[in-house]
């Protein structure tokens, strides 16, 4: 029997909403709601892994986990059709990444780049959970049975991941899971990354070759999904450019970091390609491709930054959101964990 498909996706509350993840993530998200049952996901538990200086605090990440869900619904996430929560309202989690943390294996998880790259050279000081991020995330995803998985490029590596434990659990306890008479010893699916936003790498406007990031120190490099009208469109006219014109075709973007990447966060924000937008603007004056950017920004960020502000203004109808998403995520986790633990012979209270 195949796997229902279902969508599973979540994005970590520590600190800005940034462009990128707009871009390369969010997006999709919405999309996705027209074709999928979605699942949206404040990943609230992979937020605390590195340094408290890192995430912030008790109090930074109630706010910020309120922001994201916020983002999540001004952005057109409906979390009536579809369940938006923070993981760590669903205990399941913890559980399944547990069974999980005996199914991986060390050596798959020290190939990780993303932790080698937070975890820098200091790697005895890095924490436990950090290097454990990825199974907690495979059990995020696996807790729902998802099928389909957009993410940003950056995270390709983690579905990987996911799919291996996926694999080796199905296998594990292959004649325990027949046993059950669970879907031909397939208990969980392989999840699938989408990986198809309009940009699925936004670039830093002071630097083409960096990527947007929320810990870059110049606040000029991104356009926050909270910056108001006239701030986004000054990052903008700021941005970093050459002295060239643009070109006509998308070959002469080549080797032109900021140009392509200017370009490219407007393809993606007017739902347009490339070449489409060089026809309209190259030869053109960068000041006057940047001015119609600004605007074209203003005019798709703005009105999600107002409605952010609106939403966070209310807490109390923030968390009612958060509630009920969690209720309706549990029902589901919880059948998942109740098979699981058939599974693997744990005995549960009946
Ligand atoms: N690791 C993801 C990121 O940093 C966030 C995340 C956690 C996630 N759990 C997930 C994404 C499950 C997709 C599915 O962007």
Known sequence: MPFVERVFSGVQPTGNLHLGNYLGAIVNFVKMQETHNCIYCVVDMHAITQGVDVWGGPVELARNTREVTAAFIAAGIDPK?????????????????????????????????????????????????????????????????????????????????????????????????????TNDGLFFPLPEPLITGPATRVMSLRDGTKKMSKSDASDNSRINLTDDADTIAQKIRKAKTDPEPLPTEEKGLEARPEADNLVGIFAALSGRSKADVLREFGNGQFSSFKNALAELCVTKLAPIAGEMKRLVADPGHIDAILNEGSDRARAIADETMKLSKDIVGFIRRR
């Open 81 to 181: 059709k579809h369940i938006v929560f923070n993981q760590s309202q669903v205990s399941g989690h913890a559980e399944l990444a547990w069974i999980f943390n005996c199914v991986a294996r060390m050596g798959w998880l020290g190939r990780m780049t993303q932790f080698k790259e937070k975890a820098g050279k200091d790697r005895e000081n890095a924490s436990v959970g950090l290097f454990d991020y990825p199974v907690l995330m495979a059990a995020d995803i696996l807790l729902y049975r998802a099928t389909h998985v957009p993410v940003g490029e950056d995270q390709k590596q983690h579905l990987e991941l996911s799919r291996d434990i996926a694999q080796k659990f199905n296998n594990d306890f292959g004649d325990s899971i027949r046993a059950q008479g």
